[in-house]
């Protein structure tokens, strides 16, 4: 069995189950973010800034950063491979797959190290 080097999963089965949870993490942290605001007497800084100081609230945070890299990782890993193809493409194709997988990698790391600086740099 050939296995894909630059999968998330180690095959379809394990990225789509990622993708799932990732999208019901997604959806848990939308919810409760969406539900802060309008249900919040006072919505301002003061109440963002308290509701951001808490721990698990950094941690749920983390978690949906996480999943939202883990899912846009491997929805634009399984487009790239689908339409950056030697059929499509010719020869060159695997050198410009490659290149578009590590930017798009590159991109992911820089957004998780931003996004982890900003919960927990203060």
Known sequence: MVGAATGFGRNGVQDWFIQRISAVVLVAYTLF?????FLSKDFGYASWSALFEQRWVRVFSLVALISTIAHAWIGLWSVVTD???NR?????ATVLRILVEVLLGAVAVFYAVWGIEILWGV
């Open 33 to 37: 973010i969406v539900g802060f605001i």
């Open 83 to 85: 339409y950056i193809t």
């Open 88 to 92: 499509m493409m010719g020869g060159k």
